[in-house]
């Protein structure tokens, strides 16, 4: 059944971030229903320098520049966030609080606002104004090298950035919710390093640590990257699955390898992994990966943006919703002077 209104309609989100973990945990609102108004710096939102980055996490708001250090415009700021349910920032932590435009500040006039700070350690933590970026958020929780040893390269997507939007997100979602039941605000506090630090295992979870003494795993044969031979490569997602085993063997003619149970394999990482890639590198990718996915073998083509653009059509939202597609254009810098939030006429 379709739906006729967007989950979020009349949710106010006031938005001072830049950059992209903020901007892109309201971005996430937007297609809900949210109306977002970006609050930007002079100048604006140093993410304009990278048009595209900027349209993917910026669709749909609508934009005020403002300067924080004028008092005139932060009192502007402030009436907004009167008006706002939910306000999201990115600052040091400390620097909205000496404007007069923290949490206490902003809650002493409106009790139900929902207060959202993301930065890269979390407002108490010791490290709270270290300065940092992506790559310095992931190193400090063990996301670069989960296993130890040397990381050999800074990895392609800003993991930080991303998985604190889609969590913080998440909490404003859930901090509305409880608003709606006990009619009270609350304030989230996002860190970065804590995000990927609960991906890469927490203390208690269960997994067993390896000492230094410990000899390194073997790998998982038939999971992983594998060239091929016009230069691409495959990622295969073999685990304990025998049937999948059995037929990726059989497609690479590894027949003779083909009915090794799970223990057996892991027992011989090393030389079945290799099995496998020599196997691969013999063949042409895209063909491959024909094959492969025609015998139910878990395989995927290792794609560039632009080829896995072309792939399929993939939706804008992460959520397949029920909810009209409508057109949302990215704000000019300063388009919405003078406009406040979306009925209230000011």
Not at 60 to 87: F, I, N, Y
Not at 179 to 203: H, N
Request: aromatic content about 6%; some cysteine.
């Amino acid at each position: 059944m379709a739906a006729t209104s967007a989950f979020l309609d009349g949710l106010r989100v006031l938005d001072l971030s830049i950059w992209r973990p903020g901007p892109y945990a309201t971005s996430l609102l937007v297609p809900l229903g949210a109306d977002v108004l970006k609050v930007e710096p002079p100048g604006g939102d140093p993410m304009r320098f990278y048009p595209g980055l900027f349209a993917a996490v910026n669709e749909g708001k609508r934009s005020l520049e403002l300067d924080l250090k004028r008092a005139d415009q932060r009192a502007r700021v402030l009436e907004l966030a009167t008006q706002a349910d939910v306000l999201v920032e990115g600052f040091r932590p400390g620097v909205l609080a000496r404007l007069g435009l923290g949490e206490a500040a902003v809650r002493a006039l409106n009790p139900r606002i929902v207060y959202c700070s993301i930065s890269g350690y979390g407002q108490q933590d010791p490290r709270a104004l270290l300065p940092g970026h992506d790559v310095n958020y992931q190193a400090w929780s063990g996301a670069l090298t989960p296993e130890g040893g040397m990381a050999t390269e800074v990895p392609p997507l800003p993991t930080a950035d991303l998985a604190s939007g889609l969590t913080a997100a998440f909490g404003i979602c859930a901090a509305a919710l409880g608003r709606v039941i006990s009619g009270e605000g609350s304030y989230l506090d996002v860190s970065m390093t804590d995000v990927l630090a609960t991906w890469t295992g927490p203390a208690g979870a269960g997994t067993a640590q390896r000492s230094q003494a410990d000899p390194a795993p073997e790998p998982m044969p038939g999971y992983g990257l594998f060239a091929t031979a016009d230069g691409g490569q495959v990622a295969l997602g073999v685990v304990n699955e025998q049937h999948f085993w059995t037929r990726l063997c059989e497609e690479l003619a590894l027949d003779p390898l083909a009915d090794l149970a799970f223990d057996e394999r892991r027992r011989r990482g090393v030389e079945l992994q290799q099995a496998v890639a020599d196997a691969v590198a013999s063949q042409p990718r895209d063909a491959l990966v024909t094959r492969l996915v025609a015998a139910g073998v878990p395989v995927a083509p290792v794609l560039d943006r632009e080829a896995m653009l072309a792939t399929t059509s993939f939706p804008g939202f992460p959520i397949r919703l029920p909810l009209p597609q409508v057109a949302r254009p990215v704000p000019a810098l300063d388009q919405h002077r003078g406009e406040g939030f979306a009925g209230t006429g000011r």
